[in-house]
């Protein structure tokens, strides 16, 4: 595939996802709740439904005998996620745990929407499509690459926000976060289990405790939080010395990736 078809094929593919998600997503998760009486299936059910067009563009996209499970990173080793995010976000669980209270009002329904469906999606859409198909398919090096889905990821929870003031730090700190899950994908092998777990994890532990209302969080909050994000790139590298692999993210693919081929 040429690259002037390629990227007319994952901008046409993504504005349709984005129309056809704006349009018809609550409609399909009201009706899939009353169908299945679970607002948590309705959830998954809705976002399967709308992301029909974006899975279309990634067969499109794919070259030879690749599957479109392939290209978005969910043959790797979902074991492989947990174990690393579940220890990456340690000081998380035991800071929270020492310092908040339990949220005692969740219910399965919620826990299971704001975390495993959330994450599971929302990688899928920002890491595996926005960012993974520019990268893995184009010579585009990280930062081009991961400016799109960054900017939508973090726009997309501006819904948090109350003020000016929360707008930009809730935008720059998921900015950040998208970023930080962008490259955990790229050096874990394109294994977007990793990412996915990593971001579940932080919205489980936020949400379970009674830590803060928007993605902000006090003083306290944002140490055991740095400390996760600091524990996860110190894994990762251990990871890629171990493997006895280059790291992805470098100066030969910080903007352009040099001798690149299709994978």
Known sequence: MNK????????????????????TFSFFQKEATLITQSKAAGHILAYIITLIPLFATVHLLKKDNKTIFELLGLVGSPSIGIAFASTATLPMLLGYAVKFTMNTHLSLN??????????????????????????????????????????LFGAAHLYQAQNLSQ???????????????????????????????????????????????????????????????????????????????PLEISKRTIWIQQNKEYI
Not at 111 to 130: D, G, P, V
Not at 173 to 192: H, K, M, P
Not at 223 to 241: D, E, G, H, N, Q
């Open 4 to 23: 002037l078809r390629l990227f007319l094929v994952f901008t046409v593919g993504f504005v349709l996802y984005f129309y056809f998600d704006a349009l």
């Open 110 to 151: 919620t826990i299971i929407i704001n975390t495993i469906s959330s994450a599971f999606f929302e990688e899928i859409i920002y890491r595996a499509f926005l960012f993974g198909m520019l990268y893995r398919l184009t010579r585009l090096g990280f930062l081009p690459s991961v400016f799109l889905g960054s900017l």
């Open 167 to 245: 707008i930009i730090e809730v935008f720059a700190i998921t900015f950040l976060g998208s970023l930080l899950f962008s490259w955990v994908y790229a050096e874990w092998q394109f294994n977007l289990w990793t990412a996915i777990f990593l971001h579940c994890f932080m919205n489980l532990y936020w949400l379970v405790f009674n830590v803060d209302e928007v993605a902000i969080g006090g003083t306290y909050a944002n140490i055991f939080r740095l400390s996760a994000v600091c524990i996860a790139i110190v894994l990762t590298i251990i990871y890629k010395k171990w493997q006895k692999r």
